[in-house]
């Protein structure tokens, strides 16, 4: 199982970009999500990534519970006034801040307004207080590639075999893991329950050690995300498949209707779940299903990355500058992030402290969003 999984990794981790991947279909509806739980392996216990991939596919969702969603498919910009008030996104002013992380791939993670952190490639990391100033916080390593944040207390996930802790005395302390380990995501629950993913699933109790836990088997694709809201509420995703826990060592295998090949895994709580790839987006209720929704792509674009504020403010990121936005009506809306360079704008992560300070990492820099009012 795990060195299944890891060779599959290797070979489709192609866009690394902190959740991400590639082409559409949509598949029909089908029944609810099937269990395969299954008694775990040893460990206890991360948050988003991905590389490569592709949408939703007819066979995999009569499999398993995913279906089209009825929603009209049009993709408006956020200042489009035929779009109602309740239903459009706050227009956001972004500003590119000076000197900022300009990882193509990797993640951010904060804990609050005075506190983002942002990891990528060749083990680059750097800290903000918010002030708009980034520190060097780099770690002597692989890419980095995914992040959980506590006060003085940071986990950041390595592409491969490699795990760091920063507790807030300038150094980053590489913790054990199996070798020959491939890590895309990391997420916590709490400084004592985390879960790093790749090419297996491996949880720790916050005391160095990183143990492997089976998950049932589904289709040895290469895990790419981890999220959950709490201890007993904790997803991992495949991209076909999407894995539910209650943080007792069984899990319980639901299709997504992704394709294979990359994304990333995000909520707002245990009944409001999306899952992306490439090309597409997936939505859970939290009861088995999910509904693709409708997401209208340019010529060479891709999702890369999901993060919200909460159920009505949902962000994904793609190329072209372009970030895809919903107020949770499974529309999706699209505005540029600097309409003047979005041919060399790629958004690697997103993340903010609420919904009126955000983050966006890209190619050219990371840059921060505040609604226009």
Not at 70 to 76: I, K
Not at 119 to 137: E, F, K, P
Not at 271 to 276: K, L, P, R, T
Not at 338 to 352: R, S, T, V
Request: charged share 15%.
């Amino acid at each position: 199982m795990l060195k299944n999984r890891g060779l599959v990794g290797l070979i489709a981790s192609v866009w690394v970009a902190s959740c991400g991947g590639d082409d559409a279909a949509s598949p029909t509806a089908g029944a609810a999500g099937t269990s395969v739980a299954e008694a775990a392996g040893s460990g206890a216990g991360g948050t988003s990534l991905g590389s490569g991939g592709g949408a939703g596919r007819s066979d995999a969702a009569a499999d398993a519970g995913a279906s089209s969603e009825a929603a009209s498919s049009d993709v408006y910009t956020s200042s489009d006034s035929s779009i109602l008030d309740g239903a459009r996104p706050l227009p956001m002013r972004w500003e590119l801040e000076l000197g900022s992380p300009d990882y193509g791939t990797g993640a951010l993670g904060g804990t609050g307004e005075n506190d983002v952190w942002a990891v990528g490639t060749l083990g680059r990391a750097a800290h903000s207080a918010g002030d708009g100033r980034w520190q060097s916080r780099d770690v002597t390593g692989p890419r980095l590639t995914g992040i959980w944040a506590a006060p003085d207390n940071v986990y950041v996930s390595g592409y491969i075999n490699a795990i760091y802790r920063w507790d807030g005395s300038g150094t980053w302390d590489r913790q054990l893991t199996t070798s020959g380990s491939v890590f895309s995501a990391i997420w916590a629950s709490g400084p004592n329950d985390l879960y790093a993913v790749g090419s297996g699933l491996f949880r720790s109790k916050g005391d160095r050690i990183w143990k492997y836990e089976q998950v049932p088997p589904a289709d040895t694709y290469p895990f790419v995300g981890v999220w959950g809201s709490g201890p007993n509420d904790v997803w991992i995703l495949d991209g076909p498949n999407a894995f539910h826990s209650t943080g007792d060592g069984n899990w319980v295998r639901q299709r997504t209707g992704l394709d294979p090949g990359g994304g990333a895994i995000w909520g707002s709580g245990p009944n409001d779940i999306y899952a992306i790839n490439g090309a597409a987006v997936a939505h859970s209720t939290g009861d088995g299903r999910w509904t693709l929704q409708p997401i209208q792509l340019g010529p060479l674009n891709f999702l890369a990355c999901i993060w919200g504020s909460g159920p009505n403010d949902i962000y994904v990121g793609g190329g072209n500058g372009t970030l895809f936005r919903s107020t949770g009506n499974g529309h999706w809306y699209s505005e540029k992030i600097d309409p003047g360079d979005e041919l060399n704008i790629h958004i690697a992560a997103i993340w903010g402290s609420s919904s009126r300070n955000l983050y966006v990492m890209t190619s050219a820099g990371t840059y921060r969003g505040r609604p226009v009012n």
